[in-house]
């Protein structure tokens, strides 16, 4: 008896070790297919980026057609409830995205078009911070209908986000780092917009079927007062002696993110977490909800640009807010064609990201700020530059699904995520995307 428990012991232990062997070939074939396929996309192979995406439709059709030979028409699973997977593949999305972009934007391969815009316009790094603050207001406990007024707990809530804003301002004036003042101001950054956002939306505590109408008043007002002189004074270069002349942009900038927030608490009380009659009817009538949304935001972004003032990200004025609405409405009108393909719609690495979504963000500004202190990514060539990108995000996706694996990642080890917060604070060369990322990252458990 005593000698057959160390032989059950090495078979379990030779059984967990080819389980594990097969979760990294998964894992590593998942980073190929999702990760590499969107770095090529964002850098060397930008310019035919559409001739690869009719290429990759294509193929999807033609795997469609193979795996339903017996039913010649198209159909949806019934699966009730399935916005939810939805929202869990576009926040991994707009995750990915941000961690390709935070270190691709300092490499020459990353095309200049898709940096971020210095008055009126849009790029891909511009729709990033909507695409949070967005991300965050779908489910977030005020779309939940879970808020109460509580000011104690407001300030705690807001205190991790007002406390990054000052160690960033400490920590880039401290080394001398070159910061865009245009973007929001001279001491301003984006944790401070969002602690700014979480303040006003629980104190101010609008019931979420409400939200939008709130938050639409909101935005037209703004709007209204940007029309009437305060966007010439936002987009000058005059700044004053006094704290809000020196940090326009980024205060005045607080009431566009804010209304774009309060559209997202309806929408996401409106579309994921409202009451339906039926897991079908529900699964059905939502999608088509999203289609008909995103078509009338797009063509309401069409006239506000159109006939009422450029789009800014800058300013974040109603057109920003209507594209960052109708373009990730969009994404999720996409990601809700994957009914028509059988078979399992997350794969391991979607799961392992979403489960550990703080860890991922904070391990890849680590990465990149060690990047950008090691080398000179502007002058590195372009085999190099993707040679680096291909390592950063292989660590990053091999080292989040290993701790997921073994749930390295849980409430007992949270004091290691408040060092590495700490960590990221003091690199100050982890670039232009850092601050956005925060604010999908407290959303709770989805």
């Known amino acids: 008896m005593l000698g057959a428990y160390p032989k059950k012991k090495n078979d379990d232990a030779v059984s967990g070790n080819r389980n594990f062997k097969a979760y990294l070939a998964t894992l590593s074939l998942d980073y190929l297919v999702i990760v590499v396929t969107m770095l090529l996309f964002f850098t060397v192979l930008a310019d035919w980026s559409y001739i690869m995406a009719c290429l990759l439709i294509i193929l999807t059709l033609l795997y469609i057609a193979v795996k339903r030979p017996g039913d010649s028409s198209l159909s949806f699973d019934e699966e009730p409830n399935s916005l939810r997977s939805y929202i869990m593949s576009y926040r991994i999305i707009v995750m990915i995205i941000t961690f390709l972009c935070i270190l691709a934007v300092d490499f020459k391969i990353f095309p200049r078009r898709y940096a971020k815009t210095e008055t009126y316009g849009t790029s891909l790094m511009d729709l990033g911070v909507g695409a949070f603050v967005l991300a965050n207001s779908l489910v977030s406990r005020q779309a939940r209908n879970m808020t109460s007024v509580n000011l104690k707990s407001t300030i705690v809530s807001c205190s991790p986000l007002i406390i990054l804003g000052f160690l960033r301002l400490v920590t880039t004036t401290g080394v001398d780092y070159q910061v865009h003042v245009s973007e929001y101001g001279v001491h301003w950054n984006f944790f401070f917009t969002l602690g700014a956002v979480s303040i006003l939306t629980?104190?101010?505590?609008?019931?979420?079927?409400?939200?939008?109408?709130?938050?639409?008043?909101?935005?037209?007002?703004?709007?209204?007062?940007?029309?009437?002189?305060?966007?010439?004074?936002?987009?000058?270069?005059?700044?004053?002696?006094?704290?809000i002349s020196q940090n326009k942009e980024g205060i005045f900038s607080i009431f566009g993110y804010w209304g774009l927030y309060l559209l997202g608490v309806n929408l996401g009380n409106y579309l994921i977490f409202g009451s339906h009659t039926s897991g079908f009817r529900s699964n059905r009538w939502v999608r088509i909800r999203v289609w008909v949304l995103c078509v009338l935001f797009w063509l309401?972004?069409?006239?506000?640009?159109?006939?009422?003032?450029?789009?800014?990200?800058?300013?974040?004025?109603?057109?920003?807010?209507?594209?960052?609405?109708?373009?990730?409405?969009?994404?999720?009108?996409?990601?809700?064609?994957?009914?028509?393909?059988?078979?399992?719609?997350?794969?391991?690495?979607?799961?392992?990201?979403?489960?550990?979504?703080?860890?991922?963000?904070?391990?890849?500004n680590i990465l990149t700020g060690l990047v950008n202190l090691s080398i000179d990514t502007l002058s590195v060539s372009s085999f190099a530059a993707l040679s680096v990108m291909l390592i950063y995000t292989y660590i990053l996706s091999t080292v989040i699904g290993i701790a997921d694996y073994f749930d390295i990642y849980s409430a007992k080890s949270q004091y290691v995520v408040h060092l590495a917060a700490r960590l990221t604070s003091v690199i100050p060369a982890t670039c232009r995307f850092r601050s956005y990322v925060s604010i999908s990252l407290n959303g709770g458990d989805f």
């Open 202 to 243: 629980s104190i101010i505590n609008v019931p979420p079927r409400y939200s939008g109408i709130f938050g639409l008043l909101v935005l037209v007002g703004y709007q209204f007062c940007l029309m009437n002189g305060l966007n010439h004074y936002l987009l000058s270069n005059d700044r004053g002696t006094d704290i």
């Open 300 to 364: 309401l972004t069409v006239l506000l640009d159109r006939h009422v003032e450029r789009i800014s990200r800058r300013m974040c004025n109603l057109p920003y807010v209507t594209l960052v609405v109708a373009d990730n409405l969009q994404l999720i009108s996409i990601l809700m064609l994957a009914d028509l393909v059988p078979g399992r719609k997350t794969s391991i690495l979607e799961e392992a990201y979403n489960r550990n979504l703080l860890a991922t963000f904070l391990l890849a």
